[in-house]
């Protein structure tokens, strides 16, 4: 009996008494294919030849090649030939240390932690500390897989314990990987929030749910330098900081597209630069981002010129972009609303009620989200709310299917959290925080029903709110009465929504019969 025929025969004995009847002759019979696939090769040890043969052989089904993949795991565990798949991960990693030998470990310990701190202690550390937020299991796994890809990078580089330098230089790999399209956006984003969740841990000894900051340093000390300095004029401006991360997004965009490292590049800036700076953020935005990109463009360039950087002011170089605005707003029919209505029985308690909230009272975006629990008043049938946009008060009535929704929510579906959180609408994964937007619950339904709306194609939260007031002036409801559902204080924030009335509208229209017509020759046409 050969080495291979020992293995395997040990292999299903053990298994006998793990797996049920069906799946134990099922593996048996793969375990015959690779002793098949051995003798084909004359291969009388398990080995990566063997391994990589056998896992190529499957006929094009990932059913099959999984399986294969689990035979020869099993098969190279028991005979510890530490063979590595095509992309050289080990088909059987280490095994990592218990969550108890892990506790003891750390108990005392102070932090930062020291470089004496395995890789692997602090990434079961970091799995304690992420317990509480109780993420689903698929979750945790593509954490895992992430932590499993640093710990391979760690025992390549040669180093077992914890170093916070070399975690910098796996973060900037996988930068240049997802910036060379070699990495998809998903796995380097968990890739990138893992090693940030192991970083935390490391200096703190826990980990606070918090969003992360994107790798925002320049790759230059004197960029940096000027990047510095383009901030602070913005802070002493007084800008909100959405506004300022939205000039730094253009000044490191800007930096990338003309390669800029030192003073002397960007004093040598051509106007040819620019027109590729411009091409460049055309590729990546759409055309109404593109109407707020340039003229932060045109701004960066005139402080470049005026703090001395750039001989000449280019921003003069700059259009602003033109956005074709539509004469009438975009809503959407009768018809449509009916179907979505319908159509709200068979998604989640979350996106009906939300719908309903934009459909029905013409909500915002914004609104939705911050609404809180002290804003319903279930005894007297009011939303009454403070409007995020202008400040003012709004008091809408709490209709009967907006209502019902929102308790069928609250009491069935809605996350359940420890503390007075005072917001409604939370998020479905932890951390169950508010939603800091609806779009995508809007865009996807409308999507997912291939609703198109009228005179446009927006498929956010203000096309319901537009739809509602066209129904408004469908039924002839007075003016003063769709400015005060809208929340509106000024006529000029009616304009929009009024030309909506297409029969006034009508009777508004000029009379073009009279063109081409010559009146001082009776009206006869001039040929």
């Not at 050969?2 to 040990?10: P, S």
């Not at 993949?69 to 798949?85: K, N, P």
């Not at 009916?338 to 459909?359: C, D, G």
């Amino acid at each position: 009996m050969t080495k291979l025929e020992t293995v395997i025969n040990t292999l299903l004995q053990q298994l006998k008494f793990e797996l049920a009847n069906e799946t134990w002759e099922s593996r048996r019979r793969y375990f015959n294919q690779m002793l098949k696939c051995a003798n084909s090769l004359g291969i009388t040890e398990p080995c990566a030849e063997l391994y990589d043969t056998f896992i190529r052989d499957d006929n094009g089904s990932t059913e099959r090649h999984a399986l294969h993949v689990r035979c020869v795991r099993l098969v190279d565990a028991l005979a510890c030939t530490q063979a590595q798949d095509e992309y050289g991960i080990p088909f059987n990693e280490p095994p990592m240390p218990d969550d108890a030998k892990v506790h003891e470990f750390f108990q005392g310990r102070e932090f930062p932690i020291a470089a004496d701190v395995r890789i692997d202690h602090l990434i079961v550390k970091a799995e304690i500390e992420m317990k509480y937020l109780n993420l689903t299991d698929s979750t945790i796994g593509q954490y895992k897989h992430s932590w499993m890809d640093i710990r391979r990078y760690f025992y390549d580089a040669g180093i077992l314990g914890y170093d916070e330098t070399l975690m910098k230089c796996f973060i900037q790999e996988i930068n240049n990987l997802r910036n060379s399209g070699s990495m998809k956006e998903w796995k380097w984003k968990i890739n990138r929030k893992a090693a940030r969740v192991l970083m935390e841990v490391a200096n703190t000894g826990c980990f606070l749910w918090g969003m992360i900051n994107r790798d925002a340093n320049c790759n230059s000390l004197e960029t940096e330098s000027i990047r510095s300095q383009y901030l602070v004029s913005l802070e002493q401006r007084n800008l909100s900081k959405s506004t300022i991360d939205l000039h730094d997004y253009v000044f490191r965009k800007t930096v990338e597209f003309t390669e800029i490292e030192t003073l002397k590049d960007l004093l040598s800036l051509t106007p040819e630069k620019i027109h590729l700076v411009i091409t460049k953020f055309a590729c990546i935005c759409n055309r109404r981002s593109m109407a707020t990109i340039l003229p932060i463009l045109r701004s960066l360039l005139a402080f470049f010129f005026t703090v001395g950087l750039i001989k000449k002011d280019l921003s003069g170089l700059v259009m602003g972009g033109f956005v074709q605005r539509g004469s009438v707003a975009a809503y959407i029919s009768e018809k449509d609303q009916t179907e979505l209505v319908a159509y709200l029985a068979r998604e989640s308690k979350r996106t009906k009620a939300v719908i309903l909230l934009a459909m029905n009272l013409g909500l915002r975006d914004c609104d939705i989200c911050n609404l809180t629990f002290q804003a319903i008043d279930w005894r007297n049938d009011k939303i009454r709310l403070i409007q995020k946009k202008t400040g003012e008060p709004l008091v809408l009535p709490l209709l009967p299917d907006v209502g019902n929704a929102l308790m069928d929510y609250i009491l069935n579906e809605r996350p359940k959290r420890a503390d007075h959180y005072p917001y409604i609408f939370l998020r479905k994964q932890a951390p169950h925080n508010k939603l800091t937007s609806v779009y995508s619950i809007c865009s996807g339904l409308l999507g997912c029903l291939g609703i198109k709306p009228v005179n446009g194609t927006a498929t956010g939260v203000h096309l319901f709110r537009y739809s509602m007031v066209h129904r408004l002036l469908a039924a002839k409801v007075p003016h003063q009465v769709i400015t005060d559902v809208l929340g509106h204080t000024s006529k000029e924030s009616d304009k929009p929504y009024l030309s909506m009335e297409e029969s006034m509208l009508r009777m508004c229209a000029l009379n073009l019969s009279v063109i081409g017509r010559v009146s001082w020759r009776g009206g006869a046409s001039d040929d």
